[in-house]
């Protein structure tokens, strides 16, 4: 039994306040008491205490989206891992990083995943979402004891090429359904609407809502995918489509990127949002309707300017 407490305590519980000298009592790796470090003492004379004096103990942050296994690359187009170089063209940078991952060694993306868990960790951050295409994510994740659930990546492709990639990442998140690690789950992740038929999104949520796992998917975060949607026009038709080889545009769907995915029946299975800055008034009761979750990215929408026009 250990009896944890520093300067400053936070619980994060029912609007409790910042409490002073505070801390909490665990014991098998359970919370079962919360006080003063005084009370503590008196109901638990036997426990191990430690105190950390100009801290505050809180409970761990929440990073619900990130790319472990693309540190390397943002390290190798930016300055550092904070984005201090000027913005680049969204669909330029989208398109450098899936031929990152096509052509990165497996040891290259290993030395980023180390390098994000650290940073994950160093900044107090105990559960991650993270969307991956490396395998390793889930050993790695579980062995620094971190929380959360590694989303297998289904990526840009048509025809036996995107299936083929389907098939890889459901693979991934079957073998990851049996249990066999305490802290970390499996999930879907379909990179974005617009880089998937929708007959391949239509099979990824019904399978998502039989098997009962969570998906992300990169949604209405740039306005490009307002244009492209809308009228199949914009950087996506004239930039993405002819720099991956695709040579014929879908039609034309007078929708929003939220209102396409309801009507292909796509939101009927666990999902959130990443992005989600464009949105129309009709937009948010369908988001409303289904549940669906939306994570916002601050230092990534600053960099490649989502949200602006």
């Known amino acids: 039994?250990?009896?944890?407490?520093?300067?400053?305590?936070l619980p994060m519980t029912n609007g409790t306040p910042l409490l002073k000298d505070s801390g909490l009592v665990m014991a098998k790796e359970k919370i079962i008491d919360v006080g003063t470090i005084s009370e503590l003492k008196k109901r638990y004379p036997q426990a191990e205490h430690h105190h950390f004096p100009g801290h505050c103990?809180?409970?761990?942050?929440?990073?619900?989206?990130?790319?472990?296994?693309?540190?390397?690359?943002?390290?190798q187009h930016y300055i550092n891992a904070d984005f201090a170089e000027p913005p680049q063209d969204f669909m330029e940078t989208l398109v450098a990083s899936i031929h990152y991952k096509q052509d990165a060694k497996t040891a290259q993306m290993i030395r980023g995943i180390e390098r994000g868990i650290a940073r994950l960790i160093e900044t107090g951050t105990t559960c991650v979402g993270d969307v991956t295409c490396y395998e390793g994510s889930f050993k790695m994740l579980e062995n620094a004891g971190l929380r959360g659930i590694v989303y297998p990546e289904i990526l840009a492709?048509?025809?036996?090429?995107?299936?083929?990639?389907?098939?890889?990442?459901l693979a991934l998140m079957e073998k990851h359904l049996d249990g066999s690690h305490d802290r970390i789950r499996a999930g879907l992740a379909p990179y974005a609407p617009y880089l998937l038929s929708r007959n391949l999104l239509r099979i990824i949520s019904q399978h998502a809502q039989h098997s009962a796992i969570p998906m992300q998917i990169h949604a209405a975060e740039s306005f490009a995918e307002m244009e492209f949607f809308f009228d199949s026009q914009g950087p996506i038709a004239t930039s993405l489509f002819p720099t991956m080889g695709w040579k014929e545009l879908?039609?034309?769907?007078?929708?929003?990127p939220i209102q396409y995915l309801a009507d292909i029946g796509f939101l009927e299975a666990p999902v959130t949002i990443v992005g989600g800055l464009h949105l129309s008034a009709r937009d948010f009761p369908i988001l409303a309707r289904h549940l669906a979750r939306v994570v916002y990215c601050p230092t990534v929408n600053k960099t490649m300017k989502h949200g602006s026009l």
């Open 250 to 256: 879908p039609p034309e769907q007078q929708k929003t």
């Open 57 to 75: 103990l809180m409970p761990g942050l929440v990073n619900a989206h990130c790319h472990l296994d693309l540190i390397d690359f943002y390290e």
């Open 1 to 9: 039994m250990e009896l944890l407490s520093a300067s400053f305590f």
């Open 157 to 169: 492709g048509r025809g036996e090429q995107a299936q083929a990639k389907y098939e890889v990442a």
